[in-house]
């Protein structure tokens, strides 16, 4: 591959031989840039260094080595030979440099023209081969576009996230914990540059729950959530956390955070999902073991006021939990001593068994072939007193269950 560059023609060489950009230019340096457009990089560098002998501080010199190291660079890489080609991307990047501290002014374009060049071409192929899932074709990529412009640190992230997603794959299934320690190596190393680097922090508090470190993970995303408590981004990623975690209430109250600030803003590209996270927020509430059956109740009617027409998975979601907070209010009045207070859970849970009732008798009129809507309609008619009805609709669960 021909890297096309900034590389004067032989006619304007004749003319301006003597004169740089910074003054007066060297043979040295001239004889460089023939050698460089020969596509004779070695002795392009050989010659660039015989003129150091006679005079350092000369910012073309410089900006021409750095463009032999840089072809130098791309031939290793075209021979498969990492090392080398690291070598002369790192080269090249202190020869930039070093042009730029004796004339920045002069010199700066040219240079992060470039610059920008190794970066992209090792980038453009890291992106190529990391598609094709080459992933040890796209990291080395990934490590000399760092190499070449270490200014950056987006392919050090990078780095990171492809072994992230390797390590979710099932062929990488043994490497898992070993990939994930590398990512977490790789995003230390760029928030040792970028401390308050707000995405390598979720990065890395996702890659130590994925390690089994969730309590280091959750210390970073309670900081996190200090300073962005609208970012719904990073209040799913606490969610899924929570639910890794086994925290199903935590997990549920993240969701209806986000619900709200998605209905809340004026975009209408972000409510597609709200339904869905209402409906486990309801579930995950109602579990016996939280009992949160107000805020169940509440996220699931307004799941079912997201509906035109009443489906068959909120429906059954809602007379559950009537059912469920029911029988607590029940067992609340059996424990409860004082009369006033008992009486109003006794009445509270018929309130709820009442609502059961109503919303399973729409739901088995609507869906005849859920065998659950019968039993919890059955069930709730127990405690009401509707016992032929009960009966009736137990014994259709049963032929629907295939108990008969």
């Not at 840039?33 to 660039?48: G, H, M, R, S």
Request: hydrophobic fraction near 40%.
């Amino acid at each position: 591959m021909i890297k096309v560059r900034y590389i004067l023609l032989l006619g304007l060489l004749v003319l301006v031989a003597a004169v740089g950009l910074s003054g007066c230019r060297s043979a040295h340096t001239t004889s460089a840039i023939l050698y460089i457009d020969e596509q004779n990089y070695d002795k392009a560098v050989e010659v660039i260094h015989e003129g150091f002998q006679y005079n350092d501080n000369e910012p073309d010199a410089y900006y021409y080595l750095g463009e032999a190291y840089s072809h130098l660079a791309e031939e290793a890489v075209e021979d498969d030979d990492f090392d080398e080609a690291r070598k002369n991307y790192e080269l090249a990047y202190q020869a930039y440099q070093r042009s730029l501290d004796i004339n920045y002014d002069s010199w700066v374009d040219r240079v992060e023209d470039s610059l920008k060049y190794n970066y992209g071409n090792r980038y453009r192929q890291a992106k190529l081969d990391w598609d094709e899932e080459y992933f040890e074709q796209a990291e080395g990529h990934l490590r000399l576009a760092y190499a070449a412009l270490p200014d950056s640190l987006a392919p050090v992230k990078n780095i990171a996230r492809m072994k992230m997603q390797m390590s979710e794959k099932p062929e990488y299934a043994e490497q898992k914990t070993a990939l994930l320690e590398e990512a977490l190596v790789l995003i230390d190393q760029a928030l040792d540059a970028n401390p308050e680097a707000y995405f390598l922090q979720v990065n890395k508090a996702n890659v130590l729950n994925a390690l089994g470190r969730n309590e280091e993970a959750f210390v970073i995303f309670d900081t996190l959530l200090r300073e962005h408590a609208d970012d719904t981004g990073l209040l799913l990623d606490v969610a899924e956390l929570a639910i890794d975690d086994g925290d199903y209430a935590r997990a549920a109250d993240f969701y209806v955070m986000v619900v709200d600030i998605n209905e809340g803003d004026t975009d209408a590209s972000n409510d597609g999902q709200n339904k869905e996270m209402l409906l486990a927020a309801g579930s995950w509430y109602s579990v016996t073991s939280i009992a949160r059956y107000d805020d169940a109740l509440a996220v699931l009617d307004r799941a079912a006021n997201l509906e035109l027409i009443p489906t068959e998975r909120t429906m059954l979601l809602r007379l559950k939990t009537f059912y469920k907070y029911g029988k607590k209010l029940k067992d609340d009045a059996t424990a409860e001593t004082d009369p006033v207070a008992k009486a109003e859970f006794d009445g509270l849970s018929k309130d709820n068994f009442n609502r059961a009732v109503e919303i399973g008798t729409a739901m088995t009129n609507n869906f005849v072939a859920n065998s659950e809507g019968f039993l919890y309609l059955s069930m709730a008619q127990v405690e009401i007193g509707e016992f032929n009805a009960s009966d009736a609709n137990f014994k259709t669960y049963q032929e629907l269950s295939g108990q008969n």
